[in-house]
Every structure is written in structure tokens, then in C-alpha cells.
């Protein structure tokens, strides 16, 4: 016995620390690229500052191309959206972002409608992304707010990374391979955070109808997220993106709402139900940018 | 509870401690933790069920010890017979009952005449088809004489309920594992090692292999209509490596897992697709249930004995029973009947033991393992399609040969990355296994080193987010 525990004691000892050292190393070079967003936002923007940003999830990443706005205005807007992402991520990009040392005059948030009243969060699918950066404090404290086993993984990923790394490894293990090789390599958005939906669709229908949905922003994050911007100076515009079939009716909040839900009139615009399509999105950036430009200034 | 579970994980090494630290001393003791173990492992799943196992096992204990004092053949059948109704009933029951009811409906409405007959809700209790054939084992070999009954219920419920094979096997005959539960266990380092080495493997080929192999092949299964040819072949092709390491992974554990606790679980598979005919293949793919239904089906029925006729129609039945074992589903039974089928001609040119002594492999032979490979996959569609009309039209698109293009392996970043570490997963595989083949040993062992690699391969290469269950569970 006490030579089969000897052997197993001296092999799990090895297993650990070559794990140990693939996952540290593996964290590393993620944070030495750009494949996600909260390594992109520290390692490739240069910028420091910036006139406006866009949080959200995967319709705020298709919706506002930053790009066309900053064309507009002659602003510097930066997309830090991910698909996937609830309004708890969105609060911790925001987090992410002023951790960086960054600064913004306008923080919009263009979360999924639905997401506002959402009252009991939990871990979002893309949230490993902020992994990298797992022995801050910020992140820690996420992670650690939320139950179930995935949000328990990354934790303890501060302290055993191949924890975070094996479980999330086609997502972090095998980008951070891509890192390494190219660190300038983007997943799925470009330099300046935006990325679209193909124009898949070619039908043309007007839209009739849209079911109203009141939104009354619930969501406990909303608060927090309010707290961040104020504690920090930034105005916060929470942007409802076009709908496909929903007219969103926000209740009166302390911030700037811009309601955008029906204002796409033709299915022609959309990518499906709730994210609209390349054309939607030159469309729906416009029409921003001539909405917000009175709040920058303009 | 799940071998690839964090619940496992703390399991194992809590039983392990209490039983060779805490019980050591006392074979009584040790049997018990084991049955409490078994009990706390299977009740995990659905405690509910576990009154199926002690019923099984206390019918199957009362009946044994009645055939050995029974010597009127007539009594001694009815005891027998009493065995067979409530685990075949059982058997029948869970898993059988709503698929003759539904074909009866079918047969009905074929014949134009509609039928309102309603199905019951049931669900199929993990592991049914592994513990009745188990316990089935030891009443028939009480009723031959071939096996002393036990008199010691907890050594009888131990072996019924052991939990590394309890719920998909290996199928351990009561000869071979009951004597085991008698006997004082001294641990032994060599076999323990061996064991670990084994759970390793076999973690590796199920999450490594199967599970990765699983992202294409529920893909492809679930949308047919949707692939070409060339993509529809390979399909079938990852689900015989899902298959293979989902099933023979899960076999692996189980042994390595009893070797820790001192016992021998026989070995179920070695290495089937380096097999050079069907009938190699048979002798290598699921030994416990091939051997099961050769000992009690198929040598009753008259074996090769009597005319080419009957040898045939046995061998046909065996893999029809064996087909029909694997689920309630016309798509098993086609199955069993095409393997029936591909063993045939092996069977009337009586070349099907060609393969039985002959162990190393030739390059020569490469073509006759691919080829032999190829049915096997092709036939592994019926085992996998949900209905026959799928996996008819799997394999017309599939000999249609009508495009090659294989564009769902790359399409997108995330399924070119699971494609390269499918690739991977199974050419490590396949190097291990040839590798072991060649050196006739009877299952791949590990130095410390490769152990370490295969763990590291697990790690990062192994599906942790949504693993697929093992197949055989259903079964």
C-alpha cells in the first residue's frame, strides 16, 4: 500500500504542476493577445480615453457600429460588447474597463431587452473570457457571487487554473495557442470592437405589428451599473436596439433612455427576431449617432 | 453517479480509505461497504430503483439456495422458471412493454384496422439489462450444478450490486466473481497500478474520444437530410470511435476501478477494430454479453452442432436476442440481424475461427481491418439512427456517392478545432492500441510518464461542458 500511495502521491504531484504550469501559461498568453475583449481592451487598444462606449451582448455588439457613429460625429467610440453576455458582464466590462485605466464620457449599455428585469442572475456562457484576469480582485468577487458549478470552476481557477483552463478548454486552452501565434488575432469582432450579422435574409415585409413589452429595469445590476458610471463620472444612455417584433415601452428612469425598438420598419433589416442584419445595423448606428449627438455635445 | 463526475471523484476515494483502512481487517466488513457503496452509487441516479436490485438479487438468493436441495428435476425447473418470469418480467417490463405494444398497434394498422391501445410512461432503470443478465447467470448455473449456491446473502447482494459494472458491465458471471467476495483480500500494489493506468485509459477514451466524437455524430444522426455522402460515412465512422470509447471506456474504469478493491472483472474488449473478419470482431466487442449468449443461448440451442441449417438459424437468433438486448427499437434488432448476416458467409465457409489464434498483426492485413471496419461503421447506423426510415436513407445517401465534400468539419473555427482534436483523440487511440496489439498484451498499460500525458490529454483535451452519457446506459 504505502508503495502504490508513494507512486500515486508522486504522480498526481507532477500531473499538477505540469497542468499547473500549461494553465498559467496558457492565462498568460491570452492576456498577451486579443481574442477576447477584456484581453483586446487591455492589449491592443491604445487608447485611453474615449468619448462613448457600447456594453452589451450580442446585440449591442451587431447593432451600433462604432465605426459609422465616430464617422458621424468625429467621435472615439469603442465596442467592448459579447454575445452571450447577461447584464451582470456588462457590469463587469464596465468594471474591466475603468480597472484598465480607462476613461469614458458615455457608457451605453445595449443589453437584451428581455435581460432588464431579469432579478436572479447567473453566470453568463461567455464570462470565462474575463479568466485571464482571475486573480483580480473585481473578478474574483464575481465570480464568486453567483452559484452553481461553472461560476465555483472559475474561482477556484485562481488558485488551480487548469480548473478554469480543462473545463473551458476549447474556449481558452486552444485560443490562447492562437494568441501565442498571433496576438493581434480577433474572435469574431475587428479593431474597433464591432462585428455584424451577414445579410442573410432577402425578404422585404413591412412591419406591421410589434407587441408592446414594458421594461422596468429590475435587474440589480442596473443599479450597480448606475453606481459604477456615477462614482466614476460617466453618463449612462441605455440603448433598446431594434426589434423585430417587440415595442418596448421603458418606464421613467434617472438615465437617458434611447428607445430604438420599432424603429426599423421592414424585415429587410434583420438578421432574426432580435438582431438586425448588416443593413439594419448601418441603419440603426445612424440613427443613433443622430440621437446621441446632442448628448456628446454636438 | 456518473465515472466521469467530480461526485465520483470524491466517491471513490472515500470508499477506498474505509476499505482498506478502516475494514481491512475483516472481509465481512469490507463486504458490506461494498454493498453499501454499490447501493449509495447506484441510488445516486434514482434511489427509487434500487428495490428492483434487492428484489432481483433476494429472489435469485432464495431460489439458488432451493435448487441446491431440490433434486426432482420437476421442481427443480419450476425454480428456475420462477427466476427467469421475474427477471425476464422485469426485463420486460421496463424496457420491452411500451415497444410490443406499439409494434402490435403498427402491425394492426398495416392491416388497416386502427387500435387505441396507451402506452405507459416508464423509465428504464440504468443498468436492468447488465444485473438481470448477472443474476440470471448464477441461478442457471446453480440449476446446472455448474456453481455452489451461497448461503451468505451479503456476498450475493455484494456481486449482484457491485458498483464499478453494476450499471453497463462488464456482465460478470457468478463463477468468475462471487468465489472473489469469498475470499480475503490482501491489496496488492501491481494490480492496483494496473487499475489506475485502466481508469486513466478509460477516461481518456470517453471524454477525450467519445465525447468529442459526439459533437459531429449527434450532428450529423439529427439532420441527415442535411449532409453528403462523404460527411454521412465519416458520421458513421465517429460514432463506431464514440461508441467504442463511450462503451469500452466505461468497461475500463470498471475494471480498474474493482482491481483497486482487490477484485478481477473479466475484460470486455480487445481492441475490436483491429479486427480481420465479423467474427474476430465479435470475439472482441463486448466479450461479457458475446460469451453470455454463447454459454446460455446459444450452446442450449444446439450450437454448431446438428445440421449447417440449425447452426445457422442459431447463430441468426443469438444475434437477433443479441440486437433486441441492446433496446426496444427495430433499429437494434435490423442491427443484430446485419452483423447475423455479415457473419454468415463466414460461418458456411467455415473460416469463421480463421482469426482465433492468430494475434499479430501484418501489414498484409490492413486491407481485411479496414474493410471489416467499414461494415462494422456502416452497420453501426442502424445502432445509432432513431427509426429504421433514418438510417435507410443514411446509407442510400451514403452509396449515392453523390458529393464528397466534407465542409461541416471546417466551417466554422469551433468545428475545424474539434476536428483536429478528434483527429488527435482517436490517432492516440488507435498508436496505444496497435502498439499494445502488437506487443499480445491483453490491455493497454501505462509507465508513469504516459500516465501523466494521458491525464494532461484529458485535461485540455476532454468535454467537461456538456458530456455526452454514457451510450450503454441506456441498455
Known amino acids: ?298 | 453517479m456518473l465515472f466521469n463526475s467530480l461526485d465520483f471523484a470524491v466517491f471513490l476515494p472515500i470508499v477506498f480509505v474505509l476499505y482498506w483502512f478502516i475494514f481491512q481487517r475483516s472481509l465481512k466488513w469490507q463486504n458490506l461497504l461494498l454493498l453499501v457503496a454499490s447501493y449509495v452509487f447506484y441510488g445516486w441516479w434514482d434511489w427509487r430503483f434500487l428495490g428492483l436490485i434487492m428484489f432481483s438479487t433476494l429472489v435469485d438468493y432464495l431460489v439458488a439456495l432451493d435448487l441446491a436441495k431440490q433434486q426432482q428435476l420437476t421442481k427443480r425447473k419450476l425454480l428456475l422458471a420462477i427466476s427467469l418470469i421475474c427477471n425476464l418480467g422485469l426485463l420486460g417490463f421496463f424496457k420491452y412493454y411500451n415497444f410490443f405494444i406499439e409494434s402490435w398497434v403498427d402491425a394492426w394498422e398495416s392491416l388497416g384496422i386502427n387500435m387505441s391501445v396507451s402506452t405507459l410512461s416508464i423509465i428504464l432503470p440504468v443498468g436492468i439489462s447488465f444485473y438481470t443478465f448477472q443474476t440470471l447467470s448464477y441461478t442457471i448455473d446453480v440449476y446446472r450444478k455448474q456453481l455452489k449456491p451461497t448461503k451468505n446473502l451479503i456476498q450475493f447482494a455484494s456481486y449482484v450490486a457491485f458498483f464499478p459494472q453494476l450499471v453497463a458491465g462488464p456482465i460478470e458471471r457468478a463463477k468468475q466473481l462471487l468465489p472473489q467476495f469469498s475470499r480475503p483480500r490482501v491489496f496488492n500494489t501491481d494490480m492496483a497500478l494496473s487499475g489506475v493506468s485502466l481508469i486513466i485509459w478509460g477516461l481518456f477514451k470517453k471524454m477525450v474520444v467519445a465525447d468529442n466524437c459526439a459533437f459531429f455524430v449527434n450532428q450529423i444522426f439529427d439532420g441527415a437530410g442535411n449532409y453528403s455522402s462523404a460527411e454521412l460515412f465519416l458520421g458513421a465512422v465517429l460514432f463506431g470511435f464514440q461508441i467504442y470509447g463511450d462503451f469500452s471506456g466505461y468497461s475500463d474504469i470498471a475494471i480498474g476501478v474493482a482491481r483497486l478493491f482487490g477484485f478481477s472483472l473479466m475484460t470486455n474488449f480487445s481492441f475490436p477494430y483491429f479486427s480481420r473478419d465479423i467474427a474476430e470482431f465479435w470475439r472482441r466487442w463486448h466479450i461479457s454479453l458475446s460469451t453470455w449468449f454463447r454459454d446460455y443461448l446459444y450452446i442450449p440451442l444446439g450450437g454448431s452442432r446438428g445440421t449447417k441449417w440449425q447452426g445457422i438459424r442459431n447463430v441468426f437468433i443469438v444475434f437477433l436476442v443479441s440486437g433486441f438486448w441492446h433496446g426496444a427499437n427495430w433499429t437494434f434488432i435490423i442491427w443484430g440481424g446485419l452483423h447475423g448476416l455479415l457473419f454468415l458467409p463466414l460461418l458456411i465457409q467455415k473460416k469463421n475461427r480463421k482469426y482465433i489464434d492468430a494475434t499479430y498483426l501484418k501489414l498484409n492485413q490492413l486491407p481485411r481491418i479496414l474493410f471489416t471496419f467499414i461494415l462494422v461503421c456502416l452497420a453501426w447506423v442502424f445502432f445509432r439512427a432513431d427509426t429504421l426510415s433514418i438510417a435507410w436513407d443514411m446509407l442510400q445517401q451514403i452509396f449515392s456517392f453523390s458529393s464528397g465534400s466534407l465542409v461541416l468539419f471546417y466551417a466554422t473555427s469551433k468545428s475545424l478545432l474539434f476536428s483536429l482534436i478528434t483527429i488527435f483523440g482517436i490517432l492516440v487511440l488507435l498508436f496505444f492500441e496497435f502498439k499494445t496489439v502488437q506487443t499480445n498484451k491483453k490491455e493497454v498499460t501505462l509507465s508513469t510518464s504516459k500516465l501523466i500525458f494521458i491525464a494532461l490529454l484529458i485535461v485540455f483535451m476532454g468535454v467537461y461542458k456538456n458530456p455526452s452519457d454514457f451510450i450503454y446506459f441506456q441498455f
Not at chain 1, 29 to 48: D, H, I, M, N, T
Not at chain 1, 252 to 279: C, G, R, W
Request: with cysteine; charged share 20%; aromatic share 14%.
Open chain 1, 1 to 298: 500500500m504505502r508503495l502504490f500511495l508513494k507512486h500515486m502521491l508522486f504522480a498526481s504531484l507532477v500531473f499538477i504542476g505540469l497542468s499547473l504550469l500549461i494553465s498559467f501559461a496558457s492565462l498568460w498568453a491570452l492576456r498577451q493577445g486579443s481574442f477576447y475583449k477584456p484581453s483586446f481592451l487591455e492589449y491592443q487598444v491604445e487608447a485611453s480615453k474615449f468619448d462613448y462606449i457600447v456594453l452589451g451582448s450580442s446585440i449591442g455588439l451587431t447593432t451600433l457600429n462604432t465605426e459609422v457613429i465616430d464617422s458621424v460625429l468625429g467621435t472615439r467610440g469603442l465596442n467592448l460588447s459579447m454575445d452571450d453576455t447577461a447584464l451582470s458582464s456588462q457590469y463587469m466590462m464596465l468594471e474591466h474597463f475603468i480597472a484598465s485605466g480607462k476613461q469614458t464620457n458615455i457608457c451605453v449599455l445595449a443589453a437584451s431587452i428581455l435581460d432588464y428585469d431579469v432579478v436572479n442572475n447567473r453566470l453568463s456562457g461567455n464570462d470565462y473570457r474575463f479568466l485571464p484576469y482571475g486573480s483580480r480582485t473585481y473578478v474574483q468577487d464575481y465570480y464568486k457571487s453567483f452559484s452553481g458549478r461553472p461560476a465555483q470552476i472559475l474561482f477556484y481557477s485562481k488558485w488551480f487554473p487548469m480548473l478554469g483552463i480543462g473545463y473551458y478548454n476549447t474556449e481558452l486552452f486552444y485560443p490562447s495557442i492562437v494568441s501565442l501565434i498571433d496576438s493581434k488575432k480577433r474572435n469574431r469582432f475587428n479593431a474597433f470592437g464591432n462585428y455584424s450579422y451577414p445579410e442573410v435574409s432577402k425578404e422585404s415585409k413591412s412591419i406591421e405589428a410589434r407587441r408592446e413589452l414594458k421594461v422596468a429595469f429590475k435587474n440589480p445590476y442596473m443599479q450597480r451599473i448606475q453606481d459604477l458610471c456615477a462614482k466614476h463620472k460617466i453618463q449612462l444612455v441605455v440603448y433598446i436596439p431594434p426589434h423585430k417584433q417587440i415595442k418596448v415601452q421603458p418606464v421613467e428612469m434617472p438615465f437617458h433612455i434611447i428607445n430604438h425598438s420599432a424603429t426599423l420598419k421592414n424585415t429587410e433589416y434583420f438578421y432574426d427576431v432580435q438582431h438586425v442584419n448588416v443593413l439594419g445595423r448601418q441603419a440603426a448606428s445612424l440613427r443613433f449617432a443622430q440621437e446621441v449627438s446632442g448628448l456628446m455635445g454636438f
